[in-house]
């Protein structure tokens, strides 16, 4: 990995990542950095990380729920409004 120093103070260096990805991906992201303005594949990467790490939009328990509850509502093991309602002792009032 190569570093670089990009603050006067040198307390925020830069290291260079590498990783995989299938061309296919590659270019899917090419054309979406591309697309939406962004100066450079590694702009756009870096900016997406770090959306993804202040925002987090599922944690990995969250994500498993919604995978449960889809596979429930595959599954057919749904309950509707009006049974929860009751089940729950709440009114849409």
Same mark, same amino acid.
């Given at each position: ?5 990009? &603050?006067? &103070? ?8 590498? =990783?995989?990805?299938?061309e296919s991906f590659l270019e899917?992201?090419? @054309? ?15 900016? $997406?990380?770090? &959306?993804?790490? @202040?925002?987090? $939009? =599922?944690?990995? &328990? ?15 093991? $749904? ?8 089940? =729950?002792? $709440?009114?849409?009032?």
């Open positions: 990995m190569s570093e670089a120093i990009t &603050d006067d &103070d040198g307390k925020d260096d830069i290291t260079t990542v590498n =990783f995989k990805l299938t899917q992201i090419d @054309e979406t950095w591309q697309g939406r303005g962004f100066n450079s594949r590694s702009e756009f990467i870096r900016y $997406t990380l770090r &959306d993804a790490v @202040e925002f987090p $939009t =599922f944690d990995r &328990d969250e994500l498993v729920a919604l995978l449960e509850a889809e596979e429930d509502i595959r599954e057919g093991r $749904t309950t509707s409004a009006e049974e929860a309602r009751e089940q =729950f002792g $709440t009114s849409d009032e």
